[in-house]
């Protein structure tokens, strides 16, 4: 049986949230155990990214996940050291990029990723993100990139009844994937990024392929006033649906929320069960995934379960050559090898990063 986009999805979601719950049980590489700041939105690009992997990281380089619930919306917490650079992977592959002045809203869609862009001179936003510790961009350049944004799609968002002067598409309160508002914009438009070593272009059309804008980069932006609109200060994490990399948080779940601490889980979206030996509601005729993390220093993690899945992996190489996986991992992390056999995959990593340490993660899919 070929693994549906599903299943996939769940793998991703559940090798990034190993990661960070052995960082979590590490207690942190930071020595002041600073305070935590909450950031939420929604990923979207006018359909909801679900069930994706959001990853941030921080000014001091701390990293932090969360997975995304079926209207695209997250919960991450992670160390309040501002300036935050986010992104996700789409289900077709493509990453879109954010950013957050502080705790508080930060959507990530195709316009956050177009301002990040011209934020950071058109070069590649993954090499900034790896960076991000010594080279963070300051808030008000990307305000003014956000500006920039507007003015290029000014006639796009009138259209669709967004005022450009004064929506901030990072923060703003009313948007969501409801075919609205911003949402709309999203709908009506398709962002092309393409990259050389150095630098991108962006190319934005329309759904049918037209071209519907010519970027401007040293476009006009007199008129439009935007603004943080920070939360102002640090939070507590909502109801464990985050995993922060490094933070004190302890990362476990209700067995009842959706993928990591999302919506109500049910046979066709899967849910997450973190640290209680097993899934706790198995669908017959679906599968599920239990993951179980072996850290070389004898850190205990805690075993994770991803119930409703429609399908496993047909093949090692099916397992092994998901290209997704290695995407999602954090800078300072390799794969070292990958093997798959029986319904059983087995994962060797390594952190090189603040330190070294070898850990293995075991998938075992199992019929209901």
């Not at 305000?143 to 703003?172: C, I, P, Q």
């Not at 709309?184 to 392929?209: W, Y």
Request: proline content about 5%; charged content about 10%.
């Amino acid at each position: 049986m070929t693994a549906p986009p599903l299943a996939w999805r769940a793998l991703r979601g559940a090798t990034a949230l190993a990661l960070a719950l052995f960082l979590s049980a590490c207690g942190g590489w930071w020595d002041d155990d600073p305070p935590a700041a909450r950031l939420s939105g929604v990923a979207a690009t006018g359909a909801p990214i679900a069930d994706a992997v959001v990853r941030v990281v921080n000014a001091a380089g701390n990293a932090a996940i969360a997975i995304t619930n079926r209207d695209g919306s997250y919960t991450v917490q992670i160390a309040d050291r501002a300036p935050f650079m986010l992104s996700v992977v789409d289900a077709a592959g493509k990453t879109w990029y954010s950013y957050a002045a502080g705790a508080g809203t930060a959507h990530i869609t195709p316009l956050t990723t177009l301002a990040m862009l011209q934020a950071n001179a058109s070069k590649p936003l993954a090499d900034l993100m790896r960076a991000w510790p010594s080279a963070p961009l300051p808030d008000t350049s990307v305000l003014e990139a956000a500006k920039a944004v507007n003015a290029n799609l000014r006639a796009l968002m009138s259209a669709h009844g967004v005022d450009a002067n004064s929506v901030n598409v990072f923060t703003a309160s009313d948007f969501s994937a409801s075919r609205t508002g911003l949402d709309a914009v999203l709908d009506a438009l398709r962002v092309n990024l393409d990259c050389s070593p150095s630098a991108c272009t962006q190319n934005i059309t329309s759904p049918a392929g037209n071209l519907l804008v010519v970027w401007q980069g040293d476009i006009a932006t007199s008129g439009i006033t935007l603004s943080w609109n920070l939360a102002g200060g640090s939070a507590a994490a909502a109801g464990g649906s985050t995993v922060g990399a490094g933070s004190t948080a302890t990362g476990s779940t209700s067995g009842t929320t959706g993928a990591a601490g999302g919506s109500t889980g049910s046979t066709t979206s899967g849910s997450v069960t973190v640290g209680l030996g097993s899934c706790k509601a198995p669908v017959a005729g679906t599968w599920s995934m239990i993951v179980q993390t072996t850290v070389s220093l004898g850190v205990a993690v805690p075993e994770i379960c991803i119930d409703g899945l429609a399908g496993a992996p047909a093949s090692q190489a099916e397992f092994c050559g998901s290209d997704s996986v290695k995407a999602q991992l954090p800078p300072g992390v390799e794969i070292l090898g990958c093997r798959y056999s029986g319904d059983t995959g087995t994962i060797d990593a390594r952190i090189t990063t603040p330190v070294v340490v070898n850990y293995t993660v075991k998938y075992t899919f199992v019929k209901r």
